[in-house]
C-alpha cells in the first residue's frame, strides 16, 4: 500500500494525558498537512510542512499542540494536555509541491476520545 | 461567516435519481476548485478538480465553477446506493492550503 499511513487509527485517552499521533506521507511527496475534522463538519487546516520546514501554522493550534517532520519524512502531531475539546478525527494529507496545486492525498484518519 | 458554505442536508434520493451538490464561497483569491467523497470513518478522497469557470465531466459526475458568482456544484448522474458518502467543496489558491465546506451526507436508496 502506498497511500498516506496514519496510526494509531484510534486513540482513547483520560483528560489531561498527552497523545502523539503518526504519518507517513506517500513516499514522493515533499508537503505534509494535518487537518482537524470534528463530527458533521468539514476538515479544518491546522499546519503543513515542506520538507521537514513547517511553513504555515493554524489559529486553532494552540501552545498544547506539536508538530514535527524530521528530515522530510514522516510527521507526528502531539497533543499535551488533552482536553475534550480535542476530541476529534485528526488527518494527514501529502502531495506534491509542484504541479497541480492543491490536489491532496489524504490518510484513514486518526480519531481521538478524550474522556 | 464562513469562507465556504454548505448545505448539511442529509439528502435523500432514490437509485438513479440525478443529484445537485452546491457551495457558496466569499473568498475572491480561490483559484482552484475540488470535491472529495468521504465514506464513513475514513479519510476524504478526491472526485473532481477544476481551475478555471465552466465544466469538467468525469464520467457519471460533473463539476460546474461559477467564479462570477462565487459558486460551485458537483452533479451526479444515475446515483447508485455506493455514492452514499458525505461530499465535501474545497478550495484554494497557488500554494496555500485547501479550505473546506462543512460536507454534505448523500443517501442514495434503492
Known amino acids: 500500500d502506498t497511500g498516506v499511513s496514519q496510526d494509531p487509527r484510534h486513540k482513547i485517552t483520560k483528560r489531561g494525558q498527552n497523545v502523539t499521533f503518526r504519518c507517513d506521507p506517500i513516499?514522493?511527496?515533499?508537503?505534509l498537512y494535518w487537518y482537524r475534522q470534528t463530527l458533521g463538519q468539514g476538515p479544518e487546516f491546522l499546519t503543513y510542512f515542506q520538507n521537514e520546514a513547517q511553513l504555515e501554522k493554524s489559529r486553532l493550534l494552540s501552545d498544547r499542540f506539536s508538530a514535527e517532520r524530521p528530515k522530510g519524512s514522516f510527521s507526528t502531531l502531539e497533543i499535551q494536555r488533552t482536553e475534550q475539546g480535542d476530541s476529534a478525527m485528526y488527518l494527514c494529507a501529502s502531495r506534491h509541491g509542484q504541479g497541480n496545486t492543491g490536489e491532496l492525498f489524504f490518510g484513514e484518519g486518526s480519531r481521538l476520545t478524550v474522556l | 461567516q464562513k469562507e465556504v458554505e454548505q448545505d448539511p442536508g442529509p439528502l435523500s434520493v432514490p437509485e438513479g435519481a440525478i443529484v445537485s451538490l452546491n457551495c457558496t464561497y466569499s473568498?475572491?483569491?480561490?483559484?482552484?476548485f475540488m470535491w472529495y467523497r468521504q465514506y464513513s470513518r475514513k479519510g476524504p478522497e478526491l472526485l473532481m478538480y477544476t481551475y478555471s469557470s465552466g465544466n469538467k465531466e468525469d464520467g457519471r459526475f460533473t463539476a460546474q465553477v461559477d467564479k462570477s458568482s462565487k459558486y460551485i456544484s458537483l452533479f451526479i448522474r444515475d446515483s447508485q446506493p455506493s455514492d452514499s458518502a458525505t461530499y465535501l467543496c474545497a478550495m484554494g489558491h497557488a500554494g496555500n492550503m485547501l479550505t473546506f465546506g462543512g460536507g454534505t451526507r448523500l443517501m442514495v436508496k434503492p
Open positions: 473568498n475572491s483569491a480561490f483559484q482552484y
Open positions: 513516499s514522493e511527496h515533499n508537503r
